[in-house]
């Protein structure tokens, strides 16, 4: 089953309950919450649930019923990596608040953003290269050459992040065996983890419940800058695989654009996703209605052909 993210919730104004009502009507059985609907009002969720009959996969932190205002912008909890202890602790509060709604609504995972490098964060000639890129003024080539080396100096950089990072994983995990946590691969250079990073703060953590979550834009968007394949995060953590963000992309830049042929390599993808595997699209505010549903039904007709991975 397919669910869909309220990412998409941002684009309209209609009442929280009508939006769940239209998404049912055309077919959407099941929902992602994320910071849209943040913080949650857990009598109306649960109303709705019921009235229209929908259930919740999973929640992506920040989404809880907490309504202690976030430190400035850090809506989906990146100060879990925060060398700053009051900022940390406050995220964990979030992460914990998250994972506490997600079991009221039964969802079966918590999506999570490891953080970032701050002084990478500011990098202000890689969000020049990355317009310019978009724009075709910069061969695939030499925007490899470019960003392995901004990638080597971040890694300096983040193994005290790291540290903080799974400080954060340990104080909330163990407390919800009934969930399973998933760390999101990012867009950008200066998030965290990597690739090789990841396999580090698994081990390190060392949590039964703690596993990956593929977005398949973010993936894809590294391959096109050269850091990576898209293919090698899912060789490397389809063992652990958790849940998938699933969307297309516009060009070599912009994702979370409705899955369409050609937008993304799903038959790729489709030979990871197992039968426990949480699918969800995540899909931008600028896709109309029809987009979504005719993505929606592309996707299904790829990932219930031929064989599944079992579970486990």
Request: charged residues 25%; proline residues 5%.
């Amino acid at each position: 089953m397919l669910a869909l993210s309220t990412a998409w919730f941002a684009r309209e104004e209609l009442p929280l309950a009508d939006l769940f009502s239209l998404l049912v009507k055309h077919g959407f059985q099941a929902f992602e919450l994320n910071y849209v609907v943040h913080p949650v009002d857990l009598e109306e969720m649960r109303r709705l649930q019921q009235e229209l009959g929908f259930t919740i996969t999973s929640l992506h932190n920040v989404c809880s019923t907490l309504r202690e205002p976030l430190a400035p912008d850090d809506e989906y909890g990146d100060n879990i990596a925060s060398l700053n202890e009051e900022e940390r602790q406050q995220a964990v509060l979030h992460l914990r608040s998250t994972a506490e709604t997600a079991v009221q609504l039964g969802a079966r995972a918590v999506v999570i953003h490891a953080g970032f490098v701050p002084a990478a964060k500011e990098d202000a000639e890689y969000r020049q290269l990355r317009r310019a890129f978009a724009r075709g003024e910069i061969p695939p080539s030499a925007m490899a050459e470019i960003m392995r080396k901004k990638v080597a100096q971040r890694k300096e950089m983040g193994r005290p992040h790291l540290e903080r990072l799974v400080k954060s994983l340990r104080e909330v995990c163990p407390h919800f065996p009934e969930l399973r946590f998933g760390i999101e691969c990012r867009y950008h250079y200066y998030g965290l983890p990597d690739l090789d990073e990841l396999a580090e703060v698994l081990a390190e953590a060392d949590l039964p419940n703690l596993g990956y979550w593929h977005d398949c834009g973010h993936a894809q968007v590294q391959e096109n800058f050269g850091i990576c394949r898209h293919q090698d995060w899912l060789e490397r953590y389809g063992h652990c695989l958790v849940g998938v963000h699933l969307h297309g992309m516009a060009d070599h830049v912009h994702d979370h654009y409705a899955p369409a042929p050609g937008n993304m390599p799903f038959e790729m993808i489709r030979t990871y996703i197992r039968l426990d595997t949480i699918q969800v699209l995540e899909l931008g505010k600028f896709n109309d209605l029809e987009s979504i549903v005719a993505g929606r039904d592309y996707l299904q007709a790829i990932f219930t052909r031929g064989e599944v991975v079992p579970a486990g």
